[in-house]
């Protein structure tokens, strides 16, 4: 069975960093094109940061460029999203995703929720 597990979210402050982490179970992260995505209700789901399979460089959303940091570790097949200088409006539940191709994403983990208030 195939699953991507997040963990790491939590409640920060304004100004400060927080990283996700994604756990591949069934498949080689190695294999895949990944990526983190954010939803708040309401809104239409955010494309943060696109990995590849190709080993291009990580492609980011003009909102998050310079401030998140998305990082694949084949050895512990598990993805992170490293976040700095968050803001209140970074407050969103947090997926990761992974495809064959960078678009069709087959595998979604559950989410989880990212809260930045003072």
């Keep these: ?7 790491g979210g939590g409640l920060v402050q304004p100004g400060g960093s927080l990283r ?3 756990l591949g179970s069934g498949l080689a992260v190695s294999e895949f ?3 983190w995505v954010r939803q708040t209700p309401g809104h239409e789901r955010e494309w943060l940061a696109v990995l590849r399979r ?4 990580p492609v980011y959303a003009d909102s998050v460029k310079g401030r998140f940091t998305i990082i694949r570790d084949n050895a512990k097949n598990t993805l992170y999203l490293e976040m700095k200088s968050l803001k209140p409006e970074d407050t969103a539940v947090y997926y990761c ?3 064959l191709t960078d678009t069709s994403w087959g595998y979604w983990g559950q989410g989880t929720q990212v809260t930045v208030s003072s």
Excluded at 1 to 7: A, D, G, H, I, R
Excluded at 54 to 57: F, H, I
């Design 1 to 7: 069975q195939v699953q991507l597990v997040e963990s």
């Design 20 to 22: 996700l982490s994604c």
């Design 33 to 35: 094109a990944l990526a």
């Design 54 to 57: 190709s080993g291009d460089a």
């Design 97 to 99: 995703a992974a495809g």
